[in-house]
């Protein structure tokens, strides 16, 4: 029987992997290099997706208390630059609530034609250079409800949230290829605004695996300590086998 089951789980797991994988952008992806050690990265991150994102997305499972030790900012920090969801009677949440917003899942369906996804897991779920690439590739399209489209996710029921910053993109032809264009600029160039959005996806990175950071810099004394055992293993072993040889 558990021989069986593991059979059952092994198939599934392939069926999944391969529905990804024919899920997949039909766009070649941008590498997004994401810096999830760096503090100051992850501040400009969160900044930016309290300021664009939150209002729509949450990330339910971080707590804004838990962002700002890892962050490195103070409770009132928290409260001034990342809190702005009331509670029923109106009051800012507690910095120990998880990072939800006011939006229901019903107003968003009805606004959006589909209830805004919960981005806490985003980057495992679709990969850093998916979220970089998306974020990156929003252009004009009056064809679309919301009068945009995307070039890595096609038919998208998403606003541009951070047209603010990028400008207003365009599809434009040249040397017989597809290529976005930015046509209204932005308060950003196209420079910034890729930085700005490479802190944007390292922030949700980090709240995808807040442990990651911590877990890369144990990996490396673990890896230092192996190599050291594995020399004293070497003499160990010559000390034992010197009167054999």
Known sequence: MKILSTVF????????????QAAGPSVPLAKANVDVTS????QRGARLFANYCMGCHS???MRYNRVGRDLGLTENQVIASMIFTT???GELVAPGSLMTNAMTASYGAEAFGQAPPDLTLV?????????????????RDDTRP?????LVFENVGMPHALWELQGWQELVERDGETRLQVVDAGAMSAPEYDRAIRDLVSFLAYTAEPMRAERQRIGIYVMLFLLVFVGLAYLLKKEYWKDVH
Do not use: K
């Open 9 to 20: 789980a092994l198939a599934a797991l392939a069926l999944g992997t391969s529905n990804l």
């Open 39 to 42: 503090q100051p990265v992850l």
């Open 59 to 61: 990330t339910e499972y």
């Open 87 to 89: 509670d029923e009677e």
């Open 123 to 139: 980057t495992r779920v679709r990969g850093e250079d998916w979220v970089y690439s998306f974020l990156r590739s929003f252009y």
């Open 146 to 150: 919301l009068g945009v489209n995307n």
